[in-house]
């Protein structure tokens, strides 16, 4: 189990409905639609939906005892044994329950947050983590102020390491999420772009991406990319550890070299990694994994089997095989103009093929920079790329910008997404790769879908 009511009488009260009542909670849910087994069921109040109105559903589904706005009245439906607790809002509520079960059960705390590749250090510390302690990390994309709690809320009781995303569009919310989990240790992967819209520049995003250290815990670390100018600070309050190209960091990368299926590198001009991903970003993700599993005990083997088997986030840089033996590389889980460029350099690197193909969408939430940073993208598009389309309203940008610059470089946007399938139908061949990039609303796994 995770806790029983008593525990909730504990942090709450007892003001509900049977609290009295000693059961044991397996499970902590917000999506009624999910079967489970004596789960605490918290109704979300959202802008188009209250999860209140659901809770026949989830009884249904299994759940034995729930959260309550104290301001809705109770349905006439409630089974004579279901347990209620009375709240003023659900969500701090939620909030509330994970904090103090973060602090019972009392891991180590790994908290992560960053423009780009949150997701694939997560899944690179995971793995490393895993062969040595047990592990407990962030599922999909439950990373705001309701996915990280319900993180938190499915760690098992015997969790040595847990480690949480920290994703936000705005300042204050990173502050609130590292409250909540406290980290040992806080990584922030980068600066980009993106959310610069609400952020307003990117010193902005790096003073919200910062906010991690305000529950990062007294003599904690900090470790960061130490190429970030907007990322070197002096601090008493913790211990910072700088990850990058630069001599002046405690983790230097060099040597990187880029194969058809993994990326080598060197650390301090002694250690090679090598890592099944593509690309010195990737590289410079693991490196930040590394400095952790290194302060956290991990041997050389356990690093280097750690990094042997990472499984890797769908959507992420992801490469299979299309039809007619078509590589291609799906990296269409979302966007930044410094991800977007990131994949381009890894696409002019790659070997083994005789026709390179861009497939780019939209970067969103750029506001009055998006003409400036889809251009950005535009500038790192060179040979060995042959072929560039696009697809979205801001995309042409590139589009215009290549036809404008390369006669070499086959360059045009499209309106319809069907029209852009049937012109990649000329391209599916073995010696081809295709690379699809663009933020997460342009849904591209969907063209993707009809190449496979």
């Avoid at 509330?96 to 694939?120: E, F, H, M």
């Avoid at 042997?308 to 889980?333: L, P």
């Avoid at 470089?409 to 012109?423: G, M, S």
Wanted: charged share 25%; glycine share 6%; aromatic share 8%.
């Amino acid at each position: 189990m995770l806790f029983s009511t008593n525990y909730l009488n504990e942090i709450f009260g007892s003001k509900g409905v049977n609290t009295e009542v000693e059961v044991q909670i397996e499970e902590v849910m917000t999506d009624s639609r999910k079967e489970v087994s004596k789960a605490l069921f918290i109704p979300i109040i959202g802008e188009r939906f209250d999860g209140h109105d659901y809770l026949d559903q989830a009884i249904a589904n299994g759940a034995v005892a729930s959260f309550w706005d104290e301001s809705i009245s109770i349905p006439e439906y409630l089974p004579e044994s279901f347990i209620l607790y009375f709240v003023k809002d659900t969500t701090v509520a939620l909030q509330q329950l994970a904090k103090s079960y973060r602090n019972l059960i009392n891991p180590t705390v790994i908290g992560i947050t960053g423009s780009n590749g949150k997701t694939t250090t997560k899944d690179i510390l995971a793995s490393l983590m895993k062969t040595k302690y047990t592990t407990h990390y962030t599922k999909g994309n439950f990373n705001n102020h309701i996915g990280l709690p319900l993180t938190i809320l499915q760690m098992k009781r015997n969790t040595d390491i847990l480690i949480v995303e920290m994703g936000m569009n705005a300042f204050h919310e990173i502050s609130l999420l590292t409250h909540i989990a406290r980290p040992d240790y806080a990584i922030i992967t980068n600066i980009g772009e993106s959310h610069i819209e609400n952020l307003g520049s990117r010193e902005g995003i790096a003073k919200a991406k910062l906010e991690i250290t305000e529950g990062l815990k007294n003599k904690g670390f900090l470790i960061i990319d130490g190429d970030e100018p907007l990322l070197i600070h002096h601090q008493n309050d913790y211990q910072l550890i700088s990850c990058g190209f630069h001599k002046e960091n405690t983790y230097v990368l060099s040597s990187v070299t880029i194969g058809k299926m993994k990326t080598n590198f060197v650390l301090n001009d002694k250690e090679v990694y090598n890592i099944p991903l593509l690309g010195e970003h990737h590289a410079k993700n693991a490196t930040l994994a590394i400095a952790v599993a290194k302060e956290l005990g991990l041997s050389e083997e356990q690093i280097r089997d750690g990094l042997d088997e990472i499984e890797h986030t769908s959507m992420r840089f992801e490469r299979f095989y299309g039809r007619n033996n078509v590589t291609i590389i799906n990296d269409a889980y979302n966007a930044s103009a410094t991800s977007m460029i990131a994949a381009i350099k890894v696409m002019k690197q790659l070997d083994g093929f005789k026709q390179k193909v861009l497939v780019l969408g939209d970067i969103l939430e750029l506001g009055e920079h998006s003409h400036r940073l889809h251009r950005s993208v535009a500038n790192e598009i060179s040979p060995p790329i042959d072929i560039v389309y696009t697809f979205g309203k801001d995309a042409k940008v590139i589009t215009t910008a290549i036809q404008q610059s390369s006669s070499t470089i086959k360059a045009r946007h499209f309106q319809y997404k069907e029209d852009l399938i049937l012109e990649l139908e000329n391209y599916l061949h073995e010696q081809t790769v295709i690379l699809f990039k663009a933020s997460r609303g342009l849904a591209f796994e969907k063209l993707i879908e009809q190449l496979v």
